[in-house]
Every structure is written in C-alpha cells, then in structure tokens.
C-alpha cells in the first residue's frame, strides 16, 4: 500500500495548483513544485502552497508525482526526469488527452521501476492560472484515471487514498481510446460548439435579451487558444466524429424549418428530449 509523505507538482497553473492546496490545505504531506515560469513557483512558495521547489536533486523523495502540465510538455518533462524518480513512485499526469500521454509514458514507467497512471480531473473555472487555483476545486469532481492495467485492484485502491485530500467525488477508470473518445464529445465538443455560438452578429445584441441559457451555452466560448487547438488537434479524429453528428442534426433542425414542417421539427425535439431523459433524467 502506497504511504504518501511528499507530492511533487509540476506545474502550477489552475489545476496544479489546486493539488497543491488541496494537499497543504488537507493532509500533512509534504508539498514540492515548480512551475515554468520562475515567479509563479516563487509565488507559490511565499503563500505557503508549496513547502519547496521541485528538481532533479528531490524528485526522488516524491511518493507520488503530478506533472500538471500540456500534453507534449508532460511527455518532455517525464522524458527528462524519469531517470531520478524513485521505484515505488506513483507518477499521475492530469492533461487532456491521454493516448499520446500513456503511449509514451508507460514504457518509461517500465524503463525506470516506477508506476505511470493517465489522469484528468473534471474540474476547471473560466480563468486559468494558478491566481484562480484552489484546494476546493476538485470537491465532488470526477478523476478519470487510466492505469496500464484496469484490472489492477491494489494500484487503484491506492491511487483513491492518494488522492483523498482532493475531496474528489468519484474516480472513473478507462482505457486511453475510451478516455479520448469520450472527451471530445463531454467537452471539446462543447468548447467549439460554444465558441462558434458566441460568433453570431445578434451577440453584440444579447443584453437584455438573454438569461440562463445564454449564459449556460457561453460559458465556455472564452477559452485558452493555444491549449485548446493542441488538444483539438491530437484529438481530431474522435472530435471530427462528435461534429459530423452535431452537423448532421443541426441540418435536421434547419431542414425542417425551411420546410416549414412542424411536424418533423415537433419528432425532433421530442427526440432530443426523450434522449436527454434517457442520459440523464429529467
């Protein structure tokens, strides 16, 4: 059974920094991180979210590892430190996309003794950075977790009582396809819907007009572009498939109005209900 006495985060952005506090704010562990940018790791240091800064020297102290960075920057920092993490470790990433991740990570993980877990927690704000982070971010949140072997009860009963300070809600367990699969329709779906949204010559418009379904389909659209087109891009396949569907509707809905055939635009919104009930409820 895995004893957690020092984390290491790399990373000290929204999510990063969230671990952090949640750990310090939580637990008794010792806390070690970095970030790339010098003076958000000095920030976190002076505030007390980090009990020191995080390098080749002490990695080896870490039971438990969290790059919370990009995905081709979690492949090159693993790359990097993998030779000074220590065998027993448990190295747990938290970026969007997983196949890339585990695909290179893994064998690392075999190379140097120590244990590779994909991770993403479902849990953000509109604003990034480690300014808006907080260790009650992940409270009730899903952490989907993408071990080697899925069926390896002991790696994941220890990976739930590393992560109890969290306060996550649930943990999902999938493989690396079904994780990408999934997530460019819960949310890279979403995100592109929401930003196209926004674009409409009525939106300079909306004040006055709008409530909580505007807000609800916007929330969204004000994203970090260079993050999101590195997610959107290694994951076109899978989101390409979640557009054709949502175009393919679209033109239903759009058909039926040119059409003026209330009709059919009454089936599909009933449709559309029935399947919203059928997914979650009412």
């Known amino acids: 059974m895995i004893t957690v006495k020092t984390v290491g985060i790399a990373g000290l952005g929204l999510i990063g920094g969230s671990f952090a506090k949640a750990y310090k704010e ?13 003076s958000i790791t000095h920030l976190a240091t002076v505030e007390g979210a980090i009990d020191g800064v995080l390098d080749k020297d002490n990695i080896g102290e870490c039971d438990l590892i969290i790059p919370a960075l990009y995905p081709d ?16 470790a448990v190295v747990l990433d938290t970026a969007g996309l997983k196949r890339e991740i585990c695909e290179k990570c893994f064998p690392l993980a075999h190379k140097y003794g120590f244990t590779f877990v994909g991770g993403h927690p479902m849990a953000g704000k509109k604003y990034s950075g480690f300014k808006y982070s907080s260790g ?52 890279e779906l979403a995100h592109i819907v929401s930003n196209a949204y926004i674009k409409s010559p009525s939106a300079m418009e909306h004040r006055g007009y709008s409530a ?63 399947a919203k009930e059928n997914v979650d409820g009412k």
């Open 26 to 38: 939580n637990s008794d562990v010792k806390v070690l991180g970095v970030d790339l940018n010098n």
């Open 73 to 88: 920057t979690v492949i090159e920092w693993m790359e990097d430190m993998a030779p000074h993490i220590k065998k027993d």
């Open 136 to 187: 009650k971010l992940f409270r009730d949140a899903s952490m989907i977790v993408v071990p080697e072997n899925g069926e390896d009860q002991l790696l994941l009963s220890n990976i739930r009582a590393a992560l109890a300070p969290c306060d996550f809600g649930r943990i999902t367990v999938c493989s690396p396809e079904k994780h990408d699969e999934m997530i460019a329709f819960t949310s």
């Open 212 to 274: 909580g379904s505007y807000r609800d389909l916007t929330r969204v659209a004000w994203l970090n572009e260079d993050m999101w087109t590195g997610i959107f891009m290694k994951n076109r396949d899978n989101l390409i498939k979640e557009l054709d569907y949502i175009i393919n509707f679209l033109g239903e809905y759009r058909d039926a109005l040119d059409k003026e055939d209330s009709d059919r635009l009454w089936k599909l919104l009933h449709d559309g209900k029935m």
